[in-house]
């Protein structure tokens, strides 16, 4: 890609063959130009078959190079596209999975006949649990915690680009949450894959993506069986948890929070693709209380 005056087209081809020689889907061409540039497809339409500048074919030309190497676009650009908006992300933090925005979709229904609210979102990485939250209900407290300074950092900025006011704190779990503070709702996309599994990943989440976020033991379940054994200080009567998980561990999980919570209402429900994904604690009122 070192012709003078070529056109975006001919970059475009000559990519579509560098990446099908690695095996990569060759289609994917056009997606990575416009996530490297920030394009929508009409501008990249409307520019097809004029020149481009030699600065923009080296910085296609090394992304690519990166690309082949395994390394997610996101990580390239420096940004993660979700629910509808740009979030940033570095190697701090994981990439936004689409299974998460079941998440808050169920976060936002249990909380729809309440006008304010207390949220806590465990495990926060970049933030955009939390700030999806704000963002549907601007009048919640939301809180935010992560064991990651530099995942904190990162949540912060997106927060400040969008002027939202979160309570972010850096916690391992419910560590620096005030012993007699509740919330409402708890949600939490904690690190689920087990040391077990490593051998079955994508090779880009292995050699990119920051395996304090990924790992959780043997078994994925090491920081759920944690934060289980703490939860129920932090939950007011009639609150909600919500949890995302691996699509295999439904049945681990339903015993896991049962035991924990075996006077409470717990049920799995599954993702856009079929697979058990959530797990929902109801705490239920107790008679005693008014």
């Not at 207390?118 to 992560?146: C, E, F, H, Y």
Request: contains cysteine; glycine residues 6%.
């Amino acid at each position: 890609m070192n012709k003078e005056n070529r056109t975006l087209n001919e970059a475009l081809v000559q990519a579509s063959f560098f990446l099908h020689k690695h095996g990569i889907d060759p289609d994917l061409a056009r997606y990575y130009w416009m996530e490297l540039f920030e394009w929508d497809l009409t501008h990249l339409v409307k520019m097809l078959h004029q020149p481009i500048s030699n600065t923009m074919v080296a910085d296609y030309k090394l992304a690519l190079r990166r690309i082949v190497g395994h390394e997610p676009i996101q990580y390239i650009t420096g940004k993660a596209y979700f629910m509808g908006q740009y979030y940033r992300v570095t190697p701090a933090t994981l990439i936004p999975r689409e299974e998460t925005q079941g998440l808050i979709q169920r976060g936002v229904s249990y909380l729809s006949n309440q006008s304010t609210a207390q949220v806590l979102d465990i495990g926060t990485g970049s933030g955009i649990i939390a700030i999806n939250m704000k963002m549907t209900r601007p009048k919640d407290q939301v809180w935010a915690v992560d064991i990651s300074p530099e995942a904190i950092e990162v949540a912060k900025i997106n927060a400040k680009e969008r002027q939202i006011d979160i309570h972010f704190r850096c916690s391992n779990l419910l560590d620096k949450i005030e012993k007699d503070q509740t919330f409402d709702l708890v949600l939490a996309n904690l690190p689920y894959i087990g040391y077990e599994e490593m051998d079955y990943m994508d090779e880009s989440v292995k050699r990119f993506e920051p395996s304090q976020a990924l790992y959780a033991g043997n078994d994925g379940m090491d920081l759920y069986k944690l934060l289980a054994s703490k939860l129920d200080a932090h939950m007011k009567q009639s609150s909600l948890a919500v949890f995302e998980f691996g699509f295999r561990q439904g049945e681990k999980m339903l015993q896991l929070f049962k035991k924990y919570f075996p006077n409470d209402t717990v049920w799995i429900e599954q993702d856009l693709s079929g697979n058990d994904r959530y797990l929902i604690l109801k705490k239920l009122r107790r008679n005693h209380e008014n």
